[in-house]
């Protein structure tokens, strides 16, 4: 099993940056698929981004893409999410999620969630 704790999030305006992070517990974290879901008031939890256990295969949402970057630190058990040139539409609770298989962008595939965190773009 693991357990995940999500960070970073907070205001910013549009065109600014942040960068979350994933912290996991367990000691197989290098053996867990983790993606980036958000969901934003009333509508329904959507994919971001996606990373395989090596790091070396990545997928984003269109919606996202040229903008988000993916990325893990399996020494430090840690996923990070780099978020540029944010827009008002990207603001939406993030949550990271891990699987032990392939990256799928449906939610309900994944087995461990970390709590969320909330971004808020301003325009």
């Known amino acids: 099993q693991v357990q995940l704790v999500d960070s970073g999030g907070g205001l910013v305006q549009a065109g600014g940056s942040l960068r979350l992070s994933c912290a996991a517990s367990?000691?197989?974290?290098?053996?867990?698929?983790i993606s980036w879901f958000r969901q934003a008031p009333g509508k329904e939890r959507e994919f971001v981004a996606g990373?395989?256990?090596?790091?070396?295969?990545?997928l984003y949402a269109d919606s996202v893409k040229g903008r988000f970057t993916t990325s893990r630190d399996n020494a430090k058990s840690t996923l990070y999410l780099q978020m540029n040139s944010l827009k008002p539409e990207d603001t939406a609770v993030y949550y990271c999620a891990a699987r032990r298989a392939p990256i799928v962008v449906q939610p309900h595939f994944y087995g461990y969630w970390g709590q969320g965190t909330q971004v808020t773009v301003s325009s």
């Open positions: 990373i395989n256990w090596g790091g070396d295969s990545t």
């Open positions: 367990a000691r197989t974290f290098s053996s867990y698929t």
